[in-house]
């Protein structure tokens, strides 16, 4: 005898299903059990990680001699004891690993939760990398990094890579998906061919980040940021020609930003909606300008690492195409919000994953 569940006959459970379970679980190789274990536990290690991160701030910092030849050690305490200037970034950077460590927990209200904290991560340790360069201008010191700074920002970093991979746990993948995103991808990276070059350094102003903001509007942050960061961020890194070395800060930071639309993709995308509406607008107007200041922090932190710009001529140089280029495809996604939303009725994203989430 069958049993119909949501429109679909299945036969009735009879115990055989949970032994078969716990032989395929037995089965698996060493490889899949690692798989496995990390796909369940990686949450709580992107929120431990994290607090090792900020239990190496309290390490050696920076280094340096006065004019005695004397070496001192800078440490966390000494920005609130007021020994040194307190810059922005420290502040900046410990709310970061804050948000970090706390959002992890909560992926089971949504995917979302997840991938915040890995950009908050990434984020963080972006400012980590440049806190020479601010306690340099703050404090007139000539300062060479310590293994606090190094470590916390490693650490930051694969908390970023739990993270991710916490946010995948229960994330199907559909053939409708790939086939979409594979298709957008390509259209992006189509578009970056199609380009004003702006500076020696590989600006330009395009419109390669509107297909990558639509699949973050349509999937969701998470699969914005494999699809932006991830995918299309090595394709474009590759063929650019300006070396790996660049890849962290200018691609998967600056591409992967594009996850930030994805927060705001229900709230945009409603169910049903056929056309467009003011909130819709106001929403992606928003959303556009954070992404394109997470894309920003990201390319002026490379302008300083890999080619030794000075802060202030980072912001010049990246300010010239950055804000323009995310403009000019916030516009362009806000002229397009109702054809998309027309699509979005016709094919839903979440009828297609139905079968699979259950």
């Known amino acids: 005898m069958l049993a119909e569940v949501n429109g679909i006959y299945c036969p009735p459970y009879s115990g055989m299903e949970d032994i078969f379970m716990e032989t395929s679980v037995a089965g698996l190789s060493l490889a899949d059990k690692i798989s496995a274990f990390m796909r369940k536990w990686a949450w709580l290690g992107a929120s431990i990680v994290g607090i090792i991160a900020i239990c190496f701030l309290f390490g050696n910092l920076f280094k340096y001699k006065d004019a005695l030849e004397a ?142 903001m639509i699949i973050a509007l349509r999937r969701g942050p998470a699969r914005g940021f494999v699809a932006g960061g991830l995918v299309f961020g090595l394709l474009t890194c590759f063929t650019d020609g300006y070396g790996f070395v660049t890849y962290p800060f200018d691609y998967l930071i600056g591409f992967g930003s594009v996850a930030v639309m994805g927060f705001f993709g229900k709230a945009i995308l409603k169910p049903g909606q056929k056309s467009y509406s003011l909130k819709g607008e106001i929403l992606i107007l928003v959303a556009g300008i954070l992404t394109t200041l997470v894309r920003f922090t990201g390319s002026t932190a490379s302008s300083m690492i890999v080619y030794s710009y000075t802060f202030v001529d980072a912001v010049a140089y990246n300010a010239l195409y950055i804000p323009v280029s995310g403009a000019v495809a916030t516009i362009a996604l806000m002229a397009l919000y109702g054809p998309l939303c027309r699509v979005n009725s016709a094919f839903p994203v979440q009828s297609s994953r139905v079968l699979l989430a259950k």
């Open 71 to 212: 070496i001192h050690y800078v440490h966390l305490w000494d920005y609130f004891n007021g020994t040194y200037k307190l810059d922005w970034t420290i502040i900046a950077t410990l709310v970061l690993l804050g948000i970090g460590i706390v959002l992890p927990p909560f992926k089971k209200f949504g995917e979302g939760f997840p991938i915040a904290s890995a950009l908050s991560y990434l984020l963080a340790a972006c400012f980590l990398i440049l806190s020479r360069e601010f306690f340099v201008e703050a404090n007139s010191l000539d300062v060479t990094m310590q293994y606090g700074i190094a470590l916390g920002a490693a650490f930051a970093t694969f908390g970023a890579i739990l993270s991710i991979v916490a946010s995948y746990e229960k994330v199907p993948v559909t053939i409708e998906d790939m086939a979409e995103e594979a298709m957008l991808v390509a259209l992006a990276f189509g578009l970056n061919f199609i380009k004003i070059p702006v500076g020696a350094t590989g600006g330009s102003i395009n419109l390669q980040v509107l297909p990558l």
